[in-house]
C-alpha cells in the first residue's frame, strides 16, 4: 500500500514536473524571446511570482519518494531505476537553483524602464538551461514510469 502511494506521488510529481518545464520551452521561452527588454522583465516578474516554492516542492517531494521506493524495492532492476529516477529528479533541482535561479533574481532586479545599455541579454543562456531540466525532467518521467510499472 505504502509503495503504490509513493508511486502515485512520484509519477505525478515527475509528470507535472515534465510537463511545467516542457510548457515553459515550448511556448513562454520563445514568447519572452520575441519582447523588447523592458517587456521581458515585466512579463519575467509576473511569470515567476508563484513558481517558488511550488516548484521546488514538487520536484524534491518527487525525489523523495524516489528515494523512499528505491529502499523499499524488493529487486535490484527496481532499486536501480529509482535511484536513476531521483538522481535524475535531483538533476533537474541542481540546474534550477545554480542556474536559472540566479538569472530570475539578476532579470528581477533590473528596472524594466531603464535597461541599460550594455545589458547582457539572459534570454539565450537560460533558455539553454531551461531546455537541460527540461530533458532531465522527461528522462526522469520515462525512468520512473518504468520503475513503477516492473514493480
Do not use: C
Request: proline share 7%; glycine share 8%; no cysteine.
Amino acid at each position: 500500500m505504502l509503495t503504490d502511494v509513493l508511486g502515485v506521488v512520484l509519477l505525478l510529481g515527475s509528470g507535472v514536473t515534465a510537463g511545467v518545464l516542457f510548457a515553459v520551452a515550448l511556448s513562454v521561452v520563445p514568447a519572452m524571446a520575441a519582447m523588447p527588454p523592458g517587456r521581458y522583465v515585466d512579463t519575467h516578474r509576473l511569470l515567476g511570482r508563484r513558481w517558488d516554492p511550488t516548484m521546488p516542492i514538487i520536484v524534491l517531494g518527487s525525489f523523495l519518494a524516489g528515494v523512499a521506493l528505491a529502499v523499499l524495492a524488493e529487486d535490484a532492476a527496481t532499486t536501480g531505476l529509482h535511484i536513476a529516477g531521483a538522481v535524475l529528479l535531483l538533476g533537474v533541482s541542481a540546474v534550477s537553483h545554480l542556474a536559472n535561479v540566479p538569472i530570475n533574481k539578476r532579470v528581477k532586479g533590473l528596472d524594466p524602464a531603464s535597461i541599460p545599455d550594455d545589458w547582457q541579454d539572459p534570454r539565450p543562456v537560460w533558455r539553454n538551461w531551461n531546455l537541460l531540466r527540461t530533458f532531465l525532467a522527461a528522462l526522469a518521467l520515462g525512468v520512473n514510469a518504468l520503475a513503477v510499472v516492473i514493480s
